[in-house]
């Protein structure tokens, strides 16, 4: 029997099963239609395996990346020795932090090395650095050294790397930045470390954020209208390229995007959007694509507890990106086509519940299995007392990483590459994934871009609308939570255990950290070289005016001369204007 | 209170906090529970949120608050509305409010604070039932 003879079979043993089956069971329960989906071989018709699946670090890399993740040969070893991975490692990325001064932020990486733990620096910045504003800002006021360490000039950055010299130099371990807006002036600051250390720049590795686009439709630290902020990013991307060729270029953010209320195909359709926009300025700065496409990350697409949608996502997004990447831009190096990102499918921090908290394990680990399921690490993220805002607890971070290693060791979730290829099911949803989020690109595209899709408002305002149409599921009963709209009664009981929030800093200090870095920023403005620094924000406000000049230079030119991070972004705000707010 | 009026509510985000699904949610929320609903967008310092709130002359102000400086934003607000005499608008806070911080925010005037999770349908009924708050002292406005 030919294929065709094969699916007509299957096209009437359907429809008998639609008519004697399926429909009386309906009609038994009075429902409208099926509560459930049954998938076969007629839902996926057309599918060519190694045209849409491929083998595992093939093109299009619907099944992965590559073969096996680095981390699976080393799954063993980690278990034998007890390997932390919150801790992080001499030449590893270390934990996500920052707050309060410099050398408030500085003593405490010594104490946490002194400790053992040992990841390069991966620096969360105060909301005035991210924004542009140094700390005697009126708008900096209350928030200096809160979400974040504040950094207003190069000496404040090079305080922190005090903690990073000899084994830990920075030629040896990468640093992450979570900056966007003033991402050019934080990697001046980091060549300008280099050179003053001996180090040759090109020696540097790491990522900053510098995903400005996101910051439009989600999170909301921009500084300058999307245009220009487009400029600053393609003279990241080509100084970047010649001279930084460690330095991965940025860190694409689907989740944000997400977390800010996108639906799973917003996420897709917007965090692509962006990257098109990247990947077209790094070629208008005359790059070859794959001089840089291979050194653009994502930070992570996911964020919900649909852990099937979550799977066909990632497979899709790979596919999506692949064939952008070649088709579009014609890219050759293998490594241009693939999503680099350290975190994949998750649950989101938005999907956990203040309600009966110790929950979010539950949920953090369906994200977990959905990771593992395509082609990431079955991490279980985030810590379940995320929403109790108050910093992650000991126990929660403990439970955490047990329940990441009960999924590997145990569950073996990882095991099998891409386990559900194959699916008449996931790889319809996988297609149908994928057409949506190509709809939505083809809208944008149409509109002009991303740039253009910003400027008008569209992606910013389709995803508070997205955000407003969850909630109302969620109270019209449409859209179940436990704990929160459903299984609420007096028959539930809370489950509480012991929270230990590890005392990362002094709260003593913390109160009087606004106060010294003022006094700080002050004795640096009476001691620097006053005419160097205005001569050098000179030459950066001339340049800007000039689209053709690459600003990176000049920004490094400031920084060495201890311009400070406000004083360079206000000669940029002059030049290219002031992003707006979104209005609803 | 004009009996025609709608309940004018402010949204607001003070300080640098770029977290605003918490109060667009809102916004829409309360705009579709018959509230007149403006929405400052984000980066307000208090005194701007205080003027708009007397300029758009508003009975509700929320503000959102996620980075964790909701003490002293929240402070310079009410201070702010009260040296104003507009302390009889009804001050709402929502966002990443640790537990312990209510009743030192509550003791400095808010009138409710709404975590993460609560439904808009008790916001709307939180502010119905608390305006208007003291009818005899209500000026009307007539409204063009």
């Known amino acids: 029997m030919g294929r065709d003879g094969y699916i007509k079979k299957i096209e009437t043993a359907a429809r008998q099963w639609e008519e004697q089956v399926l429909g009386p069971r309906i009609k038994r329960f009075n429902l409208a239609e099926s509560p459930t989906r049954f998938y076969s071989p007629l839902n996926v018709r057309n599918s060519d395996f190694l045209e849409k699946v491929g083998f595992p670090g093939e093109y299009p890399y619907t099944a992965g990346n590559s073969p096996f993740d680095f981390w699976k040969a080393f799954a063993a070893d980690a278990a034998k020795t007890g390997y932390r991975p919150d801790w992080g490692g001499a030449g590893k990325v270390g934990k996500y932090g920052g707050f309060g001064t410099a050398s408030d932020y500085r003593d405490y990486l010594l104490r946490m090395q002194s400790m053992g733990r040992k990841g390069g620096p991966n620096i969360a910045f105060d909301l005035a650095t991210q924004c542009g504003y140094d700390s005697d800002s009126p708008y900096a006021e209350g928030e200096v050294g809160r979400v974040g360490v504040a950094i207003d000039s ?24 979570t900056i966007n807006a003033p991402a050019a002036v934080i990697i001046a600051m980091y060549a300008t470390l280099a050179k003053k250390r001996g180090i040759a720049i090109d020696r540097l590795q790491g990522t900053p954020q510098n995903d400005i686009l996101k910051e439009f439709i989600a999170r909301g630290t921009y500084i300058y209208p999307p245009r220009p902020s487009i400029r600053l990013f393609r003279d990241i ?55 840089f496409a291979p050194r653009i990350t994502f930070n992570a697409f996911g964020g919900s507890m649909e852990m099937y949608k979550e799977i066909a996502l990632q497979r899709a997004a790979r596919r999506i990106w692949a064939r952008i990447l070649k088709e579009r831009f014609g890219a050759r190096d293998p490594r241009s086509m693939m999503i680099r990102q350290p975190i994949t499918a998750h649950i989101g921090c938005s999907s956990t519940t203040l309600q009966r908290p110790l929950n979010n394990l539950a949920r953090a680990v369906i994200g977990g299995i959905a990771a593992g399921m395509s082609g990431g ?122 929270r230990i929030v590890e005392a990362t800093y002094d709260p003593e200090r913390m109160k009087t950290a606004e106060d010294r870095q003022k006094k700080s920023l002050a004795r640096l403005k009476r001691e620097r070289n006053g005419t160097a620094v205005s001569t050098a924000l000179k030459t950066l406000c001339v340049h800007a005016r000039d689209d053709s000049y690459n600003l990176m230079p000049d920004i490094i030119e400031c920084v060495e001369n201890e311009a400070t991070l406000q004083e360079i972004s206000d000669v940029l705000r002059q030049v290219f204007g002031e992003a707006q707010p979104i209005k609803l | 209170m004009n009996e025609n ?15 605003e699904r918490g109060a667009m ?107 208007p708050r003291s009818p005899e002292q209500e000026p009307v406005i007539e409204k063009p």
């Open chain 1, 154 to 177: 190069f000496r404040d950055f090079q305080v922190i790397y005090e903690a990073y010299t000899g084994d830990l130099d920075i030629d040896k371990v990468p640093s992450n930045y």
């Open chain 1, 237 to 291: 991307c080509v100084f970047c390229t010649h001279y930084l060729p460690r330095l991965n270029i940025n860190s694409i953010g689907g989740y944000h995007i997400r977390e800010a209320g996108a639906t799973h195909i917003q996420d897709l359709a917007f965090s692509f959007a962006n990257g098109i926009a990247y990947i077209e300025a790094g070629l208008a700065g005359g790059l070859d694509i794959d001089a």
């Open chain 1, 377 to 498: 690490i079955p991490g279980a993220f985030p810590p379940f007392d995320e929403p109790l805002g108050l910093g992650h607890s000991q126990e929660a971070t403990q439970l955490q990483i047990d329940a990441t290693r009960i999924m590997i060791y145990e569950a073996k979730v990882a095991d099998v590459n891409d386990p559900w290829a194959g699916s008449y099911f996931m790889e319809s949803l996988t297609d149908e994934t994928e057409e949506a989020a190509l709809a939505e690109m083809e809208k944008i595209e149409n509109m002009g871009g991303a740039v253009a899709a910003i400027e008008n408002g569209y992606m910013p305002r389709c995803v508070a609308k997205s955000a407003y149409e969850k909630q109302k599921l969620v109270e019209q009963l449409k859209e179940f939570i436990v704990g929160v709209n459903c299984f609420t009664s007096d028959n539930e009981i809370e489950v509480s255990v012991n």
């Open chain 2, 5 to 19: 009026r709608k309940i004018r509510v402010l949204i607001s985000k003070p300080g640098l906090d770029g977290h």
């Open chain 2, 25 to 131: 949610v809102v916004a829409y929320g309360l705009r579709d529970e018959g509230f007149e609903v403006i929405y400052t967008g984000l980066r307000q310092t208090p005194e701007q949120i205080v003027n708009a709130a007397i300029q758009e002359d508003v009975d509700v102000l929320g503000l959102s608050i996620l980075s964790g400086a909701h003490l002293g934003l929240t402070r310079k607000v009410i201070d702010g509305l009260g040296a104003q005499q507009a302390d009889d608008i009804l001050v709402l806070l929502g966002g990443i409010i640790p537990e312990e911080d209510i009743p030192a925010l509550k003791e400095m005037g808010v009138d409710e604070i709404f975590t993460a999770g609560t439904p808009i349908k008790d916001i709307s009924d939180f502010i119905r039932s608390h305006l």
